[in-house]
């Protein structure tokens, strides 16, 4: 989900209403994390393979993609949750959900 993660970061900034970031226009920002996930490279048995799908594991930006998708994702089930008597706790990207 490379499109839908830059979508999220892009949600995320203009949630925030930001303008720029560093010095960086949001615009500059966006067309970044594009390039980076979409060229992404890795070496496995000598062999070079681009990866098309998804985000490198353990780059900052795959994090960053991963707490802004949650951050919207959360807001629309956790009042359902915790109306139903529920329980839920996320850390980072990782979820634990109890419903009755």
């Not at 930001?18 to 960086?24: A, D, E, N, S, V």
């Not at 060229?39 to 070079?48: A, I, K, M, S, V």
């Amino acid at each position: 989900p490379q499109t839908e993660g830059v979508l999220a970061i892009k949600k995320m900034l203009d949630y925030l209403e930001l303008k720029q970031i560093g010095g960086l226009k949001i615009e500059t920002i966006i067309r970044l994390s594009r390039f980076v996930m979409r060229n992404n490279y890795f070496l496995y048995e000598g062999q070079y393979y681009h990866q098309i799908r998804g985000g490198a594991m353990g780059s900052p930006l795959t994090l960053t993609i991963a707490n802004c998708y949650m951050f919207f994702f959360e807001r629309n089930i956790v009042k359902q949750i915790t109306n139903a008597g529920g329980l839920y706790l996320r850390y980072i990207d990782d979820m634990f959900i109890i419903i009755n």
